[in-house]
């Protein structure tokens, strides 16, 4: 595992919006394709998003639209803003990445495995 921060994970309620982060350290990040992926208790890990080296990004056809996935370079974060919350969100979000992939992408991060302990969403209906 990488030494990463997660952070932002609350409690929110259904409709509302939140960030979370993922704080990196000790790697190149900004040659990196990294992204999240979640996974909902009883349920099958989801690759959410992912964010190339060169700011391309993909996204699950659940979240299109609703979340972006961002990142800052100089602070080796990665973040992700999730708007119009709804319940079916609610997972352990982690965050991933990889230097050495054509397939920059939240499915493609999930397979390689978190970064860290992960972040909890719950949106309440």
């Known amino acids: 595992q990488v030494p990463v921060v997660e952070s932002g994970g609350v409690s929110v309620q259904a409709g509302g919006s939140l960030r979370i982060s993922c704080k990196a350290s000790?790697?190149?990040?900004?040659?990196?394709?990294v992204g999240w992926f979640r996974q909902a208790p009883g349920q099958e890990r989801e690759g959410v998003a992912a964010?190339?080296?060169?700011?391309?990004?993909s996204y699950a056809g659940s979240v299109k639209g609703r979340f972006t996935i961002s990142r800052d370079n100089d602070a080796n974060t990665l973040y992700l803003e999730m708007n119009s919350l709804k319940p079916e969100d609610t997972a352990m979000y982690y965050c991933a990445g990889d230097a050495l992939t054509l397939d920059c992408s939240g499915d493609y991060l999930m397979a390689v495995g978190a970064w860290g302990q992960g972040t909890q969403v719950t949106v309440s209906s």
């Open positions: 000790g790697y190149p990040f900004s040659t990196y394709c």
């Open positions: 964010i190339d080296h060169d700011g391309s990004t």
